[in-house]
């Protein structure tokens, strides 16, 4: 009886090694790491990005710098389709707000969108964080030092807050 159970684990230490050597092997395939560049027809780039990682939609709130005012209070608002809706204020020049639409697209690492308004030949950048955007400057980088929060957004509910 003993010579017989020991045949039956002799066996099944063999199947498990060899399935061991399966699974090994098998998830050792040569894979391309390869970044696809978004073209708002919902192609993603591939790994961890703002794009793919983030709850981007929605609404993005703050207080941007201005050369000839007091700041401009900002809410931009985006959709899953890649469009944008965009209300902003001059602080101490107008009280009536503005607003302009229009469409974005991400940038081919899937970190940073592009707003191009409707019927506008200039665009915005923002760089996508954790519930912030981060306004970019015109040559497209990060504003650093003591400035860096003067040019952000941030997301919170704020559809509940204008229902009531």
Same mark, same amino acid.
């Given at each position: 009886?003993?010579?017989?159970?020991?045949?039956?684990?002799?066996?099944?230490?063999?199947?498990?090694?060899?399935?061991?050597?399966?699974?090994?092997?098998?998830?050792?395939?040569?894979?391309?790491?390869?970044?696809q560049k978004s073209d708002n027809k919902g192609q993603m780039p591939s790994g961890h990005t703002?794009?793919? =990682?983030?709850?981007?939609?929605?609404?993005?709130?703050?207080?941007?710098?201005?050369?000839?005012?007091?700041?401009?209070?900002?809410?931009?608002?985006?959709?899953?389709?890649?469009?944008?809706?965009?209300?902003?204020?001059?602080?101490?020049? =107008?009280?009536?707000?503005?607003?302009?639409?229009?469409?974005? =697209?991400?940038?081919?690492? *899937?970190?940073?969108?592009?707003?191009?308004?409707?019927?506008?030949?200039?665009?915005?950048?923002?760089?996508?964080?954790?519930?912030?955007?981060?306004?970019?400057?015109?040559?497209?980088?990060?504003?650093? *030092?003591?400035?860096?929060?003067?040019?952000?957004?941030?997301?919170?509910?704020?559809?509940?807050?204008?229902?009531?």
């Amino acid at each position: 009886m003993w010579f017989l159970l020991f045949e039956i684990f002799k066996n099944m230490k063999n199947f498990y090694i060899l399935f061991a050597t399966i699974i090994l092997f098998g998830c050792t395939g040569t894979q391309k790491n390869s970044v696809q560049k978004s073209d708002n027809k919902g192609q993603m780039p591939s790994g961890h990005t703002s794009q793919n =990682s983030l709850d981007w939609l929605g609404s993005y709130r703050g207080i941007l710098p201005c050369a000839d005012c007091d700041g401009v209070e900002a809410t931009v608002t985006l959709a899953k389709d890649l469009t944008f809706k965009q209300k902003y204020r001059h602080i101490g020049k =107008s009280n009536e707000p503005q607003e302009m639409a229009g469409s974005f =697209s991400w940038d081919r690492d *899937g970190n940073i969108i592009t707003l191009v308004p409707t019927g506008a030949n200039d665009s915005v950048q923002y760089f996508v964080g954790e519930n912030s955007l981060a306004q970019l400057d015109d040559q497209g980088n990060k504003v650093g *030092g003591n400035e860096a929060r003067q040019h952000m957004l941030t997301k919170a509910n704020y559809d509940i807050l204008e229902k009531y």
